[in-house]
C-alpha cells in the first residue's frame, strides 16, 4: 500500500471511530508469517419429533467434529480480491428431515469465506424424507474464495440444516482466523489527577508499532475528549524514542470526575490494543477531623473522620501544608507521617517511629487536593507517664494518669503501698447473654505513678453445676479481652498493681517499687431456666372448660435436684383483647361466646432458679380457630457468604422456625425464581413427626433445615418461602418470606508472564472453585493462536488452579503477544481475562570448546607413541576456549565448570598446596563472563587450575569425568548446554622437555 492510500485510511479510520458508517472493502496484502491453522469443530448430534394427525415430522443434525487444516493462503493471481486457500478436512455431517408434507428440507456444508468446500456429497430421498450428507477425507484441495471486507479475516464455518413446515433444527459453529497481528503500544502518565492547584494538565506519550508495519492510528479519549495521531509507517519492534504525546487540560472539564483514559492503536486492519489509567479531576478539598485534642503514644490509635477516600497524615503543628508537594516534602524532613488510608471513621494506628511533639491531621484525596489542618491537636507522646494518682473509694482503686509531656522526677518518699484486700466481690451474670466490663482505678495520694499491673484470670471451677458445657481456655489471660461468657462455672480473677516512686525508666531505685496483695473477683457464670406449659381445654354451651393445666421448668445446671433447680413458678392470663394480665391460674370455666363473637385467651407462665433468675415467659393461647403464627431465619450454610450473595452450590439453611397453632399443621419450604415457577421444592413436614419438630403447649419448634442450591441455578434474585397449612383447611396458610441473590463468582486470574520457545510452558490460572470450564488462546488474535482445555491442578477449597501444557514452536516470532483466558460455571457464567507475555526465542545453537595444547589429537609424539584423538582431554594450566553461538539477543552470557577446575587452591595426594595465582599471576572469579562483537557468536577463555588427573598417561581411567556449561539469560529465561566429557591427564609442565646438548 502506498503512502497515499494508508493517509486515507487512517482519515478514514479516525472518522470510524465515531460513526458506524460502513466503508469500502480494505486493500489486502499477503499474510505475515506462516498461513498454517488447524480448526476443530465441535460434534453434535440433535433431534426434533412432532407427532400431529396423520404426519410424524423428524428433524435431525448430526456432526461427527469437523477438522480443517489450513495449509496455505496467497492471493489468487487470476484475481487479486480472492485468496486461494490450501486446506485438508476431514470428518462427516448430514441433516435429515421427514414429512408427509412436501414443504421440507435438508443441507449439510462447510464454507470458508462463504465458499462450500470439496467433500464427498451424499443425498437420500423418499416419499416422505431427504437426508444430506458430506465426508471429509482429509485429501488436500485448493479453493478460491473472496477476500471480503476484512482480508485478514478468514471465516470458516460447519452448518447443518434440516427443517420441515412445523419444526426445524440447524446447528453451526464459525471459526475466525485472523491472519493480522494486533498493534503494539506503550503508554505513560506525567500524573493521575488534575486539582487546579499544582496540576493544570495530564500528559500521556509512549510508542505504537506494528510488526507489519500497517498503518496505525493512536487516539488517547478521557471523558468523551480525543486526541488522535496517524502513523503511517510505524515501527516493526519498540524504538527508543516516543510516537506520540497527547496533553489534556483542566479547562476542558468544568465538572469533577473520576474517568478512565484509554490510550488505544488501531491498526488498518481494525486490529486494536490498548491501556487505560484511572484519572481523577477534583478541585474541592477534603477535610478530617477528630472528636478531641488527642494525647497517644506510639503504636495507640487514633480516630479520624474525613469526607471522601484519602491519604490520613499527620505533620507537624508548625508551618502551613498547602500543596501536595508540601506535604511530602514534611515527610521526607521526619516532620510527618502517613498513617493510613480510608474513607469513613477509623482507627489508624500511629508509629512508634513518629517524634513526639504537636501533630495536626491532615487528608489527601485522589486529585492530590490538601484539606486544611484539623481542628483539634494530636500530641504524640512516647515517655513513660509522668504521674498516677492514686484514691481509694471503698473497694474500688481508682487509677489516674498524668499526661503532661513534662519531665519530673519524685523524691523517693512519694509511695504508697496498695490497700489489701480492696477489691473482693463475687458477680452473677448469664451466659451468652450478660456482657462484662472491667475498671480498674489506681490512685496514689502522694502522686506516685503505677509501674505494672497483673489482671488475668487465674482459676475456674464447674463442680457446682450439672450439664457442664466445657472447660475456656482464657485461664492464665488477660481479663479484659474476655466480656461475655459461654462455660457455665466459677471464674476467679486475680488483680495486682505495683507503684513506683521514680520515673519507669530509672532503675537504681527498684526496691522502692512494691507489689499490692492479690485482690479477687469471682464471677459466677449460669443458664437462664426453661419453662414449659401445656392446656387442655374443651368447649361447652359457649364456655371454655379448663381441663388441666401444667406447667414445668428446669434448670440445666440443677438437674440433679429434686426440684430441677427450681424455686418459684409464676402464672398470668387475660382475654386476647385485654390490656393487663391477671396473676394466678386461669379459671376451670371462662366464657368461650361475649356479644355473639368468639372469646380468646392468652396463659403466661414462667419459673425462676435457685439464683433468682426468671425463664422467658411461655404463652399457651386458647382459641377455638387460632390464626396460624410462623417465625423463620434463613442464612447461608457458611459465614463468608449471605442470602443477599451466595454462589450456586453452595447451602442456606433455615433455622429458628417456630410456628404457633394449636392444631395439626404442615411446613412447606421451597425456592421460587422472578416467574414464581419453583426451582426447588423440600418435603412437605407435619408438626405431629418428632423427627421433624419439638412441642411447648401451641408452640411447634422446627428443626433446621439444609438447602442445597443446584451449581446449575442461573444467578439472579429468588425468593424463599417457608409456608405453614392448617392441616384440616389448606387455604388456611401463614409464610415468611425471604429474598435470595444467586451470585456465583469466578475471579479468573493468571500469573502467566514470559514464555519460551522451544521448550513446554505451563499455563496457569486461578478460579473460584465454582468454575468446572477453563481455556486459554495462547496468542490470541495472531496466526499462531492456539486453543488449550486448561486442567484442575488442584483445590483448596477457595481456590481452584488451573494448568495448560503447551510446546512453543522455535518458529515463532519473539515479542509480545496476548494470551485469551475464558472461564465458565455450571450456571453459564462466563468471565474472561487478557494477559500480556513476551515470548523469548532464546537458543543456544552450539558450543565448542578446545584447548591451544591439544596434546591428544591421534599424532604420534616424540617418543613415538601413538596417541589417542581426545579433544576435550586437556592439561592442568592448558589455556581452553569456550566458543558458542546463541540467537535471541541474550542479556548475559557465562561460563561455569566443575567446582573442581574452579578451584583456585590446590592440594596433591602428598599434602602439597598450590595457589593458583602463585603460578598464574592473578584468581579467576566465576561465573566467568562470555563476550561477543556480533551479538550472536560468544567466547571466553581460561587457563586450567591444576586438578586430579581422570586418566594417567597410558590412557587408564583414574575418575569421573568434568564439565563446562554455558549459561544464556534474558529476563527471567534461561538456557543451558553443557559439555560433560572433559579429561585431565597431568599438566602443561610435564610436557616441557629440555633438549639435551
Not at 334 to 345: M, R
Not at 913 to 923: E, F, K, L
Amino acid at each position: 500500500m502506498d503512502k497515499i492510500n494508508r493517509l486515507v485510511y487512517g482519515i478514514l479510520l479516525l472518522l470510524a471511530l465515531y460513526s458506524s458508517t460502513t466503508y469500502a472493502a480494505l486493500e489486502s496484502r499477503e499474510p505475515f508469517g506462516a498461513t498454517q491453522y488447524t480448526l476443530e469443530f465441535s460434534k453434535w448430534n440433535e433431534t426434533k419429533n412432532y407427532s400431529g394427525g396423520r404426519d410424524n415430522m423428524s428433524s435431525s443434525t448430526y456432526s461427527s467434529g469437523v477438522t480443517v487444516e489450513i495449509l496455505n493462503i496467497v492471493t489468487d493471481s487470476n484475481d487479486s480480491s480472492r485468496w486461494l486457500i490450501t486446506y485438508k478436512a476431514s470428518g462427516y455431517i448430514s441433516a435429515y428431515c421427514r414429512s408427509v408434507d412436501s414443504s421440507y428440507g435438508a443441507s449439510a456444508r462447510t464454507s470458508i469465506n462463504g465458499s462450500t468446500i470439496q467433500g464427498n456429497v451424499s443425498t437420500s430421498s423418499g416419499s416422505d424424507s431427504y437426508r444430506e450428507s458430506v465426508s471429509y477425507d482429509g485429501s488436500a484441495t485448493t479453493i478460491s474464495v473472496s477476500k471480503g471486507e476484512n482480508p485478514m479475516r478468514i471465516y470458516v464455518k460447519v452448518r447443518t440444516y434440516s427443517r420441515t413446515y412445523l419444526i426445524s433444527t440447524t446447528r453451526e459453529q464459525t471459526k475466525i482466523i485472523n491472519m493480522n497481528n494486533s498493534p503494539h503500544l506503550s503508554a505513560q502518565i506525567d500524573r493521575n489527577y488534575m486539582n487546579g492547584k499544582d496540576s493544570q494538565s495530564i500528559t500521556v506519550s509512549g510508542q505504537g508499532w506494528d510488526i507489519e508495519q500497517d498503518s496505525i492510528v493512536i487516539t488517547a479519549e478521557l471523558d468523551g475528549i480525543t486526541r488522535t495521531k496517524i502513523i503511517d509507517n510505524p515501527k516493526a519492534t519498540m524504538g527508543q524514542e516516543n510516537d506520540y504525546t497527547f496533553t489534556f487540560l483542566l479547562s476542558e472539564y468544568p465538572n469533577d470526575i473520576i474517568k478512565t483514559l484509554k490510550v488505544t492503536v488501531r491498526d488498518y486492519y481494525e486490529d486494536t490494543s490498548y491501556t487505560s489509567f484511572t484519572i481523577y479531576i477534583d478541585r474541592i478539598d477534603p477535610q478530617v477531623t477528630t472528636q478531641n485534642d488527642v494525647k497517644i503514644k506510639g503504636g495507640e490509635y487514633v480516630s479520624v473522620t474525613p469526607t471522601e477516600q484519602s491519604d490520613i497524615y499527620l505533620l507537624r503543628n508548625d508551618r502551613p501544608y498547602l500543596l501536595y508537594s508540601d506535604v511530602l516534602s514534611a515527610v521526607n524532613e521526619d516532620k510527618g507521617i502517613a498513617i493510613g488510608n480510608c474513607s469513613t471513621k477509623t482507627n489508624l494506628s500511629v508509629p512508634t517511629t513518629l517524634l513526639e511533639g504537636s501533630y495536626r491531621l491532615f487528608s489527601v484525596d485522589n486529585g492530590k487536593n490538601v484539606s486544611q489542618p484539623s481542628e483539634n491537636i494530636v500530641m504524640v507522646d512516647n515517655s513513660v507517664p509522668e504521674k498516677v494518682n492514686i484514691f481509694i473509694e471503698g473497694n474500688t482503686i481508682r487509677l489516674v494518669y498524668d499526661e503532661v509531656l513534662k519531665p519530673s522526677i519524685p523524691s523517693k518518699d512519694d509511695f504508697i503501698l496498695p490497700r489489701e484486700n480492696i477489691i473482693s466481690s463475687s458477680v452473677c451474670i448469664l451466659a451468652d447473654e450478660d456482657n462484662v466490663d472491667y475498671e480498674f482505678i489506681f490512685d496514689d495520694y502522694e502522686g506516685d505513678e503505677k509501674y505494672a499491673e497483673r489482671f488475668v484470670f487465674s482459676a475456674f471451677d464447674n463442680s457446682m453445676f450439672t450439664n457442664t458445657n466445657g472447660i475456656p481456655d482464657i485461664i492464665g489471660k488477660t481479663a479484659s479481652t474476655k466480656s461475655s461468657f459461654h462455660e457455665v462455672g466459677r471464674y476467679t480473677l486475680e488483680y495486682q498493681a505495683q507503684d513506683t516512686p521514680v520515673p519507669g525508666n530509672e532503675n537504681r531505685f527498684n526496691n522502692y517499687r512494691k507489689w499490692g496483695n492479690k485482690n479477687l473477683i469471682q464471677l459466677l457464670v449460669h443458664r437462664r431456666p426453661l419453662a414449659n406449659l401445656t392446656i387442655n381445654a374443651s368447649l361447652s354451651n359457649d364456655k371454655w372448660i379448663i381441663n388441666g393445666v401444667n406447667g414445668t421448668g428446669y434448670d440445666l445446671d440443677h438437674m440433679d435436684m429434686a426440684n430441677k433447680g427450681i424455686q418459684d413458678d409464676m402464672y398470668e392470663w387475660k382475654k386476647m383483647n385485654d390490656s393487663q394480665y391477671t396473676p394466678g391460674i386461669i379459671p376451670n370455666t371462662v366464657a368461650a361466646v361475649e356479644g355473639g363473637k368468639d372469646v380468646e385467651y392468652v396463659v403466661k407462665y414462667k419459673v425462676q432458679d435457685i439464683e433468682g433468675v426468671w425463664s422467658e415467659p411461655v404463652i399457651f393461647i386458647i382459641s377455638a380457630d387460632p390464626p396460624i403464627e410462623i417465625e423463620a431465619s434463613l442464612k447461608s450454610e457458611d459465614s463468608k457468604f449471605s442470602i443477599s450473595s451466595i454462589p450456586a452450590s453452595e447451602n442456606l439453611v433455615a433455622y429458628d422456625v417456630k410456628t404457633i397453632f394449636n392444631k395439626l399443621h404442615y411446613l412447606d419450604m421451597a425456592l421460587y425464581n422472578s416467574s414464581n415457577s419453583i426451582v426447588i421444592d423440600l418435603t412437605r413436614r407435619q408438626s405431629s413427626n418428632t423427627s421433624y419438630v419439638s412441642q411447648n403447649g401451641n408452640k411447634f419448634y422446627w428443626v433446621d433445615k439444609v438447602i442445597n442450591i443446584p451449581a446449575t441455578l442461573a444467578d439472579g434474585t429468588y425468593k424463599f418461602i417457608v409456608k405453614a397449612t392448617d392441616a384440616s383447611n389448606s387455604l388456611k396458610t401463614k409464610e415468611k418470606e425471604f429474598s435470595v441473590t444467586v451470585d456465583t463468582p469466578i475471579n479468573l486470574q493468571s500469573s502467566m508472564t514470559d514464555l519460551d520457545g522451544g521448550s513446554e510452558a505451563i499455563i496457569p490460572a486461578t478460579t473460584s472453585i465454582y468454575a468446572n470450564e477453563v481455556n486459554v488462546i495462547l496468542f490470541y488474535g495472531t496466526p499462531y493462536a492456539t486453543s488449550l482445555d486448561m486442567s484442575i491442578a488442584s483445590n483448596n477449597g477457595t481456590t481452584k488452579y488451573w494448568t495448560a501444557k503447551k510446546g512453543i514452536a522455535e518458529t515463532i516470532p519473539e515479542g509480545y503477544y496476548k494470551a485469551r483466558f475464558t472461564a465458565r460455571t455450571p450456571n453459564g457464567n462466563v468471565e474472561y481475562l487478557t494477559k500480556d507475555f513476551y515470548l523469548n526465542q532464546l537458543k543456544i545453537v552450539d558450543m565448542t570448546l578446545w584447548g591451544e595444547w591439544n596434546y591428544w589429537r591421534g599424532q604420534v609424539n616424540l617418543f613415538g607413541k601413538q596417541l589417542v584423538n581426545m579433544p576435550h582431554r586437556f592439561l592442568s594450566y592448558e589455556k581452553v576456549h569456550i566458543e558458542t553461538e546463541i540467537k535471541g539477543n541474550p542479556d548475559q552470557v557465562y561460563v561455569r565448570f566443575s567446582p573442581e577446575l574452579e578451584a583456585m587452591i590446590f592440594t596433591n595426594q602428598y599434602g602439597h598446596t598450590y595457589h593458583y595465582s602463585d603460578h598464574i599471576g592473578y584468581t579467576v572469579n566465576f561465573p566467568l563472563t562470555m563476550t561477543s562483537s556480533d551479538g550472536e557468536n560468544y567466547k571466553a577463555e581460561y587457563i586450567l587450575p591444576l586438578a586430579k588427573s581422570t586418566m594417567n598417561d597410558e590412557d587408564t581411567r583414574l575418575g569421573g569425568q568434568y564439565w563446562v556449561e554455558v549459561t544464556a539469560t534474558k529476563g527471567s529465561t534461561t538456557k543451558t548446554m553443557r559439555i560433560d566429557d572433559i579429561d585431565i591427564t597431568g599438566n602443561t609442565l610435564d610436557k616441557i622437555y629440555i633438549q639435551p646438548e
